[in-house]
Protein backbone atom coordinates (compact mmCIF):
# COMPACT_ATOMS: atom_id res chain seq x y z
CA UNK A 1 0.00 0.00 0.00
CA UNK A 2 1.37 3.60 -1.03
CA UNK A 3 0.63 6.01 1.99
CA UNK A 4 1.02 10.15 1.47
CA UNK A 5 1.07 12.43 4.70
CA UNK A 6 -0.19 16.06 4.43
CA UNK A 7 -1.02 18.86 6.35
CA UNK A 8 1.96 19.70 8.31
CA UNK A 9 2.51 23.36 9.07
CA UNK A 10 4.14 25.63 10.97
CA UNK A 11 1.62 26.36 14.30
CA UNK A 12 1.75 28.39 17.65
CA UNK A 13 1.49 26.76 20.65
CA UNK A 14 -1.72 26.07 22.00
CA UNK A 15 -3.11 25.58 18.29
CA UNK A 16 -4.23 22.65 16.29
CA UNK A 17 -3.36 20.55 13.02
CA UNK A 18 -5.33 18.13 10.83
CA UNK A 19 -2.93 15.32 9.23
CA UNK A 20 -3.75 13.26 6.76
CA UNK A 21 -2.69 10.15 5.55
CA UNK A 22 -4.21 8.72 1.57
CA UNK A 23 -3.82 5.00 1.01
CA UNK A 24 -3.59 3.48 -2.45
CA UNK A 25 -2.49 0.57 -3.98
CA UNK A 26 -4.39 -2.10 -1.59
CA UNK A 27 -6.77 -2.86 0.21
CA UNK A 28 -7.19 0.21 3.24
CA UNK A 29 -9.53 -1.11 5.48
CA UNK A 30 -7.45 -4.58 5.77
CA UNK A 31 -4.78 -2.83 7.65
CA UNK A 32 -4.09 -1.51 11.23
CA UNK A 33 -3.14 2.34 10.16
CA UNK A 34 -0.57 4.35 13.03
CA UNK A 35 1.29 7.54 13.25
CA UNK A 36 5.12 8.37 14.21
CA UNK A 37 6.61 11.10 14.52
CA UNK A 38 10.76 11.61 14.92
CA UNK A 39 12.27 15.07 16.22
CA UNK A 40 15.79 15.99 14.85
CA UNK A 41 18.42 13.82 16.98
CA UNK A 42 15.80 11.62 17.98
CA UNK A 43 14.46 8.20 17.58
CA UNK A 44 11.30 7.77 15.80
CA UNK A 45 8.21 7.41 18.08
CA UNK A 46 5.31 5.83 18.60
CA UNK A 47 2.09 8.50 18.53
CA UNK A 48 -0.95 6.48 18.16
CA UNK A 49 -3.35 3.62 15.88
CA UNK A 50 -6.04 2.83 14.73
CA UNK A 51 -7.67 -0.28 13.93
CA UNK A 52 -8.58 -1.71 10.72
CA UNK A 53 -12.52 -1.00 11.40
CA UNK A 54 -11.73 2.26 13.35
CA UNK A 55 -13.12 0.85 16.41
CA UNK A 56 -9.98 0.90 18.75
CA UNK A 57 -7.38 3.66 19.02
CA UNK A 58 -4.36 3.56 21.14
CA UNK A 59 -2.29 6.74 22.40
CA UNK A 60 1.16 7.07 23.67
CA UNK A 61 1.07 8.80 27.00
CA UNK A 62 2.39 11.97 25.46
CA UNK A 63 -0.13 12.73 23.21
CA UNK A 64 -3.32 11.18 25.18
CA UNK A 65 -6.43 13.20 25.83
CA UNK A 66 -4.68 15.99 22.69
CA UNK A 67 -4.57 13.76 19.62
CA UNK A 68 -7.18 12.54 17.78
CA UNK A 69 -6.72 9.83 15.08
CA UNK A 70 -9.90 8.72 13.12
CA UNK A 71 -10.01 6.61 9.34
CA UNK A 72 -12.92 6.85 7.01
CA UNK A 73 -12.04 3.35 5.00
CA UNK A 74 -14.94 4.57 1.98
CA UNK A 75 -12.02 7.79 1.19
CA UNK A 76 -8.88 5.54 2.12
CA UNK A 77 -7.47 8.39 4.41
CA UNK A 78 -6.25 8.63 8.06
CA UNK A 79 -6.58 11.17 10.55
CA UNK A 80 -4.54 12.80 13.13
CA UNK A 81 -6.71 15.56 14.66
CA UNK A 82 -3.81 17.60 17.05
CA UNK A 83 -5.32 19.46 19.52
CA UNK A 84 -3.06 22.01 22.39
CA UNK A 85 -0.35 21.88 20.32
CA UNK A 86 3.15 22.10 22.46
CA UNK A 87 6.50 23.07 21.12
CA UNK A 88 7.79 19.46 22.21
CA UNK A 89 5.35 18.00 19.65
CA UNK A 90 7.67 19.44 17.05
CA UNK A 91 8.96 16.29 15.07
CA UNK A 92 8.28 14.97 11.20
CA UNK A 93 5.39 12.95 11.65
CA UNK A 94 5.02 9.65 9.66
CA UNK A 95 1.85 7.38 8.76
CA UNK A 96 2.16 3.50 8.65
CA UNK A 97 0.44 0.42 8.13
CA UNK A 98 0.65 -3.06 9.69
CA UNK A 99 -1.22 -6.01 9.40
CA UNK A 100 -1.25 -6.74 13.39
CA UNK A 101 -1.71 -3.67 16.40
CA UNK A 102 1.48 -2.72 17.16
CA UNK A 103 3.00 0.17 18.74
CA UNK A 104 6.67 -0.72 17.42
CA UNK A 105 7.73 0.96 13.64
CA UNK A 106 8.94 -2.77 13.22
CA UNK A 107 5.68 -4.01 12.79
CA UNK A 108 4.60 -1.75 10.11
CA UNK A 109 5.30 -2.96 6.81
CA UNK A 110 4.54 0.38 4.93
CA UNK A 111 5.57 4.20 5.29
CA UNK A 112 4.28 7.35 4.07
CA UNK A 113 7.14 10.19 3.35
CA UNK A 114 6.47 12.23 6.57
CA UNK A 115 5.34 15.64 7.16
CA UNK A 116 6.85 18.76 9.16
CA UNK A 117 4.53 20.00 12.29
CA UNK A 118 6.92 22.65 13.61
CA UNK A 119 4.95 24.03 17.38
CA UNK A 120 6.52 27.58 18.11
CA UNK A 121 6.42 28.71 21.89
Known amino acids: VQLQASGGGLVQAGGSLRLSCAAS????????MGWFRQAPGKEREFVGY????????YYADSVKGRFTISRDNIENTMYLHMNSLKPKDTAVYYC???????????????WGQGTQVTVSS
Open 50 to 57: ISESGSRT
Open 25 to 32: GRTFSNYV
Open 96 to 110: AASSAIATVPGWYDY
